[in-house]
């Protein structure tokens, strides 16, 4: 590092060089997919590999429409993934963008603001209120400074810094001003560190698409090996060789729903569309649907359960306790003392107090429009606002005479005012540090000498003020006759108690993720008393709280053996967040992490799915997670566990829907080729059926509303598969009833006719499948429950479907196409009579079957 001048910095010839040794001030950027690498991605499925063998097996056979149909599907499917994964990237990047970083470094003599990532090792930077630090240093001048370092630490107070102590990199000046010399960039500060733990984590795949995939493997190799051992028996037993390799690329085709991919894309696609408008960008787009399968939420506390403003809660004289409403900078709350509101002017001890806090500041507020902005400390920031909340009259900046900064190791500022008719000092700082230059207090009854009683009295209130989360400060002031700033024979006045306020919407948002059988887990980097203190306000449930310390020396076991109680994790760092959250996974718990700063970016990335904040999150953090909160809004996390509750519900419904409606075809060809007649669909109806009629509803069953008891129930087992024995048995039932009505209904008609008969059997297997959705609508409860009509997307896609089977049968080009005749009235009644069924029984079932129970209470019957 070069040996920089205080007064002129580096010379340019100076940074040139250490660019070359240390490179830019920036972080490696993540390897981001370009857009061939994201088109690639959406082929990857082993389904999708299927259909693209298909597609070319028939193209082999001479077979294009077929090859082209199944061809369409795969496309579809690729596009619609990589729009809106491409999408979510882009969205990102214009995140980044929206930042311009730049600094004030001292180089050449003169003072110039240069963009961060010019910084290098050496420079000088200058350090005011309100400055974004741009990498590591050490000051080499400070007065009065604080840096808030919760990005970094989690720690939602300030923290006093002197000349040559450390400041970091992504951390803010609060107050003061400074002189560092920069000693680390990049990849080497602190923050830079945290990044590369982040990077170590590896790739993760979401649980939808470890679902699937299993799935798609056992539809795949069953659908094989049917193909296989069908075709084979058929040749065996003399049918024509070319037949039979149509009719298991027929079967192959009609076992293998070549709608999946794309249904699933789309319904997933629509639901990450819904979330945005609801502030909430999914990175993947199986990410919003991982959320809904979280059992646990582990939360950062600052910034993300509270506002990270300071604000004046408590204020405590002797006689007097006071009441303060409101929240953040704005000053619109008030005073109460017994429920009735106060201002300066009613009461002078109260006045006194204000006084002191607003006018021995250097932070003060500015309004844009309905909008307040604070400039300065965060602490003096809430009592600026305290003083507008009790109507003090503003000083005047001209009246201060003079000052004792704050230090820490005085901790208490001191300032000389000027009224009309007098000379004032007033004080502020530690309770303890004020109490000790005290000689008086006063009371609503004026002044008086301070007792040894009355000083015991400050100390308690004091700590029943901490003991609440409270970061508590006390006042003091006398008259200044001589003109002469001088800390001693103070009369008391108070205490107020400032707190980091939770967020007004989170409390509501804890108690319904609590309704959903969701647990909250706080880990934060701030005290054990203040955190404690948040979660009380929350209504979150705590019976034992850890630090980082405490944490370091349990054992994995102790750490499990923890985990099963409502625990509270403080003073943490970014490798234990890790920790903990590795732990939960161990127990099988599906884990949601939440956070902003560089500190939680490691955890957001080893979580199952990682949520971070778009508006005040870091870089690393946004670029750590799988999901991006754009209004940093904790309550949307909990309309997306719903959303993701949804869809995953609906994939469920449209995969048994599709599987059901497959089985019957499969049935059906298998049954005919056993007893030797001719086939009974061909392979281009049975495409008809499984990419245009079949696609379209199910598509439209994916848009199904969150059912009315979503939200009541736990969360789902993490082993919870798509089908279940449940679902396999509903679609071996289902399957083989409309395999064999199709059946009955085509050897029936076969006497007038093959091409008749056929016809009618395969319009019969569309009009079975469209009529048997409504079985599929909800898994538990009846249509009447749900309502008829409360899915018009799919009374739209039934419409439209069963039009088209209409044109399929009557209009000529696809009579051509499907090889099909016109049916009369006697054949739409048979299809009537075997429908009706499919649309009564499930009815019926449904509303004879109990309500499932909650797996708690089925766990405790076991028990």
Same mark, same amino acid.
């Given at each position: ?17 250490? %660019? ?5 001030? $920036? ?9 061939? %690498? ?18 070319? /097996? ?18 579809? +499917? ?7 994964? &491409? ?91 400074? $002189? ?47 193909? *296989? ?49 609801? +502030? ?14 979280? !059992? ?11 506002? +990270? ?24 709350? =008030?005073?109460? &003392? ?34 307040? =902005? ?61 109490? @000790?230059?005290?000689? =008086? ?12 009683? @009355? ?49 007004? $919407? ?7 993720? %609590? ?23 929350? !209504? ?38 890790? %920790? ?5 996974? *161990? ?36 670029? *750590? ?32 829907? #599709?599987?059901?409606? +497959? ?55 993490? $082993? ?22 199709? #059946?009955?209904?085509?050897? =029936? #008609?076969?006497?007038?006719?093959? @091409? ?12 079975? @499948? ?38 399929? /049968? ?54």
């Amino acid at each position: 590092m070069a040996d920089t001048s205080l007064q002129t910095g580096l010379t340019a010839t100076d940074v040139a060089a250490a %660019r070359r040794t240390h490179g830019w001030n $920036e972080l490696p950027k993540a390897k981001q997919a370009g857009p061939l %690498r994201v088109l690639l991605r959406q082929f990857s499925s082993f389904l999708v590999l299927i259909l693209i063998i298909a597609a070319a /097996v028939a193209l082999a056979l001479g077979e294009r429409i077929d090859a082209l149909t199944i061809g369409l599907v795969v496309l579809l +499917n690729a596009g619609l993934g990589f729009v809106q994964e &491409w999408k979510a990237e882009t969205a990102l990047s214009a995140l980044r963008e929206m930042l311009s970083p730049q600094a004030l470094v001292l180089r050449d003599g003169r003072e110039q603001v240069i963009a961060a990532r010019d910084i290098v090792p050496g420079d000088i930077l200058i350090l005011a209120p309100g400055t974004k630090i741009s990498a590591d240093a050490t000051l080499r001048r400070a007065a009065e400074l604080s840096v808030d370092e919760s990005v970094l630490t989690g720690e939602s107070v300030p923290i006093a810094k002197e000349e040559e102590m450390e400041v970091f990199a992504g951390t803010s000046v609060t107050s003061g001003r400074a $002189e560092a010399q920069v000693t680390a960039t990049g990849a080497a500060t602190e923050f830079g560190k945290i990044a590369h733990l982040t990077g170590s984590v590896g790739t993760k795949t979401t649980n939808l698409q470890n679902k699937l995939g299993h799935l798609a493997r056992q539809l795949g190799i069953a659908a094989l090996l049917v193909a *296989a051992g069908v075709a084979g028996l058929g040749i065996l037993l003399g049918r024509d060789l070319n037949e039979m390799v149509m009719t298991g690329l027929s079967l192959s085709v009609a076992m293998v729903p070549e709608g999946l991919p794309a249904v699933v894309t789309i319904t997933l696609a629509l639901g990450a569309t819904a979330m945005v408008r609801q +502030n909430a960008l999914a990175r993947r787009l199986q990410a919003v649907e991982t959320l809904g399968a979280a !059992s646990v939420i582990c939360t950062d506390k600052t910034g993300t359960l509270t506002e +990270n403003k300071m604000t004046a809660t408590r204020i405590w004289t002797l006689d007097r306790q006071y009441e303060v409403t409101g929240t953040g900078y704005d000053p619109a709350g =008030h005073i109460a &003392w017994q429920g009735q509101r106060v201002r300066a002017a009613d009461d002078a001890v109260l006045g006194a107090v204000l006084k002191t806090g607003l006018y021995c500041s250097h932070a003060h507020l500015t309004r844009d429009g309905d909008t307040w =902005h604070m400039v300065g400390a965060p602490t003096e920031g809430a009592l600026i606002t305290l003083g507008y909340k009790g109507w003090c009259d503003l000083p005047e900046e001209r009246n201060l005479l003079a000052e004792l900064p704050f230090s820490s190791a005085r901790k208490r500022m001191s300032v000389l005012y000027q009224s009309e008719t007098t000379a004032e000092i007033l004080t502020k700082g530690a309770p303890e540090r004020v109490l @000790e230059v005290c000689t =008086h207090i006063m009371t609503q009854d004026g002044i008086r000498p301070l007792t040894d009683t @009355e000083r015991g009295s400050v100390e308690d209130a004091y700590t029943q003020l901490a003991e609440k989360g409270l970061r508590v400060m006390g006042f003091a002031s006398r008259s200044a006759t001589d003109h002469q700033i001088s800390e001693k024979d103070m009369t008391f006045l108070g205490l107020v108690g400032l707190i980091d306020p939770p967020r007004a $919407e989170v409390r509501d948002a804890i108690a319904m993720a %609590r309704s959903a059988g969701i647990r909250v887990v706080m880990i934060t980097g701030d005290s054990p008393i203040t955190a404690k203190a948040i979660a009380g306000q929350l !209504s979150l449930s705590i019976t034992q709280q850890l630090t980082g310390a405490e944490l370091d020396a349990l054992d994995e076991a102790q750490l499990e053996a923890v985990l099963q109680g409502d625990i509270l994790f403080a003073r943490t760092k970014p490798e234990q967040k890790m %920790r903990i959250v590795s732990a939960l996974q *161990a127990q099988g718990q599906i884990v949601a992490m939440t956070g902003d700063g560089v500190n939680d970016a490691p955890a957001l990335k080893q979580a199952d799915i990682g949520v971070s904040m778009g508006i005040r999150g870091t870089d690393v953090a946004r670029d *750590a997670s799988d999901l991006v909160l754009l209004d940093d809004n904790f309550a949307t996390i909990v309309r997306a566990i719903g959303e993701g509750r949804r869809q995953f519900a609906n994939v469920q419904k449209f995969v048994r829907y #599709l599987l059901s409606s +497959n089985a019957g075809e499969v049935i059906a060809l298998v049954i005919n080729i056993a007893v030797g007649g001719p086939l009974v669909f061909l392979a281009t109806q049975i495409l008809w059926m499984n990419l245009v009629t079949d696609g379209v509803t199910a598509v439209a069953l994916g848009l199904e509303k969150s059912e009315p008891d979503q939200m009541q129930a736990p969360p789902r087992d993490k $082993e919870t598969p798509i089908l279940g024995v449940s679902g396999i048995v509903t679609i071996l039932v289902l399957g083989s009833y409309t395999g064999l009505a199709s #059946l009955w209904i085509f050897f =029936h #008609l076969m006497d007038q006719g093959v @091409e008749l008969a056929r016809t009618t059997a395969f319009t019969a297997m569309v009009v079975f @499948e469209k009529v048997s959705v409504f079985a599929f609508r909800s898994l538990h409860l009846t249509c009447w429950r749900i309502g008829w009509f409360s899915n018009p997307f799919l009374l739209g896609a039934l419409v439209v479907t069963l039009g088209a089977q209409v044109l399929a /049968v009557y209009w000529p080009p696809l009579q051509v196409l499907l090889h099909t005749v016109p049916i009369g009235l006697n054949e739409w009644m048979f299809i009537g009579a075997f429908a009706l069924p499919i649309l009564v029984a499930p009815e019926v079932l449904k509303a004879l079957r109990p309500a499932p129970l909650p797996r708690d209470v089925i766990g405790a019957e076991a028990a």
